[in-house]
């Protein structure tokens, strides 16, 4: 089965806190690409990064890094120094093949996180 | 760049009535379009893929005839759903691929209500 597990549903920290999201997904493809996105109570989906499977190397940008770890099929997300305008629901998500041959989207259920001033 | 448009943003509609929502690319073609649907609290789940100028490939369990997908252009596809009914409120998102790349881009959604 190709899925993705966010195990954590809702998440509270104080501003300044660091904060992970677990990522847990499940494939048979060789080759596949990781999504994180941010969905605030605007409902639009913001991409955060995309991650190629045979790229293992993690990644930051600015406050927010990525643990990749094709051990435990787990991309985790962290936020360091969170700030309350980082409040919003994140999802991660895996890139499935399809029969036709395109590329679809399987989402995880979503970590809800609250920073509060 | 790679700006997705969905239109209406929010519509409220009797029960038994269709809805047509749109989704543009605005500044790209989009070889593929796909359609979202999002309960409250709840993650996205694909409803279907959007090809130009060929049919919709749907997920399992999604009704093709309940949900009429267009993708008419190379910057446009539409998603109408008759005969709607309250169980059939919810958030819709669309989402586009450029074919440069494996990233797709949503639009903003378009809240469903039916009453």
């Known amino acids: 089965a190709q899925k993705v597990t966010q195990a954590q549903t809702e998440i509270s920290v104080v501003e300044k806190e660091d904060v992970t999201l677990d990522c847990v997904y499940e494939?048979?493809?060789?080759?596949?690409?990781l999504f994180w996105y941010k969905q605030p109570p605007s409902g639009e989906l913001v991409f955060l990064i995309r991650r190629n499977s045979f790229d293992e190397q993690n990644e930051i940008s600015g406050r927010y890094s990525w643990n990749f770890q094709k051990s435990t099929s787990s991309f985790n997300f962290t936020i360091t120094a969170s700030q309350v305008v980082d409040s919003a629901v994140y999802f991660c998500a895996l890139s499935v093949l399809t029969q036709g041959g395109s590329e679809k989207l399987v989402f995880g259920k979503g970590t809800k996180l609250t920073v509060n001033p | 760049g790679a700006v997705v448009s969905q239109h209406p943003s929010r519509v409220i509609c009797k029960s038994g009535t269709s809805v047509k929502i749109e989704c543009r690319s605005l500044?790209?073609?989009?070889?593929?379009m796909f359609w979202y649907r999002q309960f409250p609290k709840q993650s996205l789940m694909l409803m279907a893929t959007?090809?130009?100028?060929?049919?919709?490939?749907?997920e399992q369990g999604v009704e093709k005839d309940k949900f009429l997908i267009n993708h008419a252009s190379l910057t446009l596809s539409t998603l109408t759903v008759t005969s709607a009914h309250p169980e059939d409120s919810s958030f819709y998102i669309c989402s586009a691929l450029t074919g440069r790349s494996y990233e797709q881009y949503f639009g903003p959604g378009t809240r469903l209500t039916v009453t």
């Open positions: 959007s090809n130009e100028g060929s049919k919709a490939t749907y």
């Open positions: 500044d790209f073609q989009a070889t593929t």
């Open positions: 494939t048979r493809d060789t080759t596949y690409y």
